[in-house]
């Protein structure tokens, strides 16, 4: 079974995201593929009315906790309104609201004490990448947010190569499997109920079937192209 996310990002509104939710909600059901969608946050719960079969992440949590916190979003919440799953340190949440690796440490402890699957976001930069020092940015990535004494319950992680998210750039299909088996054998180091790696960053219609059916790789997060009917009826 491989996971599928949609990251819609802030691309779709209320029509467009019902629309996709319709197409998802009628896909047959597949013992391939695990489809989550994650929608601007205004839109969970009518797709949960709406199409309640349909499971959706969110984008985002925040730390600041239940109170006087204008403007936050807290966890609790997500397991009020039925929500599972929540996409943890993306690279554009980093850029944009200064998240960085020990605040996803945070955001994640948060997550699974309240029983939210993050799905946690790592990649290196183009300099990094092109420095061919991806390995030892990504060890040490994970060992600021991970801990080798915590048992953790489940947990997606994403490895999205900051480079690649957006440009129509990916590394060659041998690197994006290497660097996920590579992922895999660092994270033997630490405790998981359950840990899948997918790969983000330019996936469509032309390399989700290569990528996909990459050993070391169980899913894709994918953005832009997910906001297309045609990419979500691949998966018919
Ligand atoms: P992209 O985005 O598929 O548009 O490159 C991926 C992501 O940001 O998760």
């Not at 799905?119 to 390995?135: H, M």
């Not at 690649?164 to 290497?178: A, F, N, R, V």
Request: charged share 20%; net charge positive.
């Amino acid at each position: 079974m491989k996971y599928i996310i949609f990251n819609w990002k802030s691309y779709l509104n209320l029509k467009e995201t019902l629309s996709l939710s319709k197409i998802i909600s009628n896909l047959p059901k597949s013992k391939k593929y695990k489809i989550l969608s994650s929608p601007n946050n205004f839109f969970h719960l009518t797709i949960r009315k709406l199409f309640p079969k349909n499971i959706t992440a969110t984008q985002n949590i925040d730390l600041h906790g239940l109170g006087a916190n204008t403007g936050s979003l807290d966890v609790s919440y997500l397991t009020e309104s039925k929500i599972k799953y929540s996409i943890l340190g993306h690279s554009e949440v980093r850029a944009n609201f200064n998240d960085n690796d020990l605040i996803v440490k945070d955001k994640l402890k948060h997550c699974l004490s309240n029983n939210i699957v993050p799905i946690v976001c790592i990649g290196e930069t183009k300099d990094i990448y092109k420095s061919k020092k991806t390995r030892e940015f990504l060890k040490l990535q994970i060992h600021k947010i991970f801990s080798m004494s915590t048992q953790y319950q489940e947990v997606i992680l994403a490895y999205e190569p900051l480079w690649s998210i957006g440009t129509g750039l990916t590394p060659k299909i041998d690197e994006i499997d290497e660097i996920c088996s590579y992922l895999s054998m660092i994270l033997k180091n630490y405790s998981f109920k359950k840990i899948n790696i997918l790969y983000g960053g330019s996936v469509n219609l032309t390399n989700i079937s290569d990528i996909l059916n990459l050993r070391n790789v169980n899913g894709v997060l994918v953005g832009s192209a997910s906001t297309k009917s045609e990419f979500i009826k691949y998966f018919k």
